[in-house]
């Protein structure tokens, strides 16, 4: 199967914050932070603390949601030249090979840890923080579902 495919940056860093949200460390840190904050807010109403820990989980948990919704995303779109790139994939049943002008690549499927399906995005993962992104809006209904079902057989779902 062969597809031809760009990156719509609006999309891009929507993709782009679903990958760092789905990160464990993230959810973690963003469960023991609301917790503190919902802890520390009914501490203050029942009058058993000052409201500055209130305040200080509240500030916390802005910065986190900030720098994992705003700023981490644009930094990793600006920074990557790959999705400025017009792309063309074969996929086969050994491998996946994506070209550009600039040149290309080739993977097997076992160099693919997992892989997830989001609404813009098939996001292929070569391990916890490395990935590679394939949009769904240039490939036809057929070919993906093609590529779903060889994804689901050739790599496991996270």
Known sequence: MQ???????RKVIQGLRLHFVSVKEVKWLMIVVNVFVILSAILLYTKKIRPEPFLLG???W??????IWFIMPNMVYKKS???QNRFTAFVSESAIRIESEEGFVSWQWNQFTNYFESPHFFHLYF???????????DITDD???ELRALLKDKIQTS
């Open 3 to 9: 597809f031809s495919f760009n990156y719509n940056k």
């Open 58 to 60: 509240t500030f916390i």
């Open 62 to 67: 802005l910065i986190i949601l900030i720098a």
């Open 81 to 83: 030249e790959t999705f």
């Open 127 to 137: 391990n916890k923080k490395s990935f590679f992104l394939i949009p769904k809006d």
């Open 143 to 145: 070919i993906r579902h």
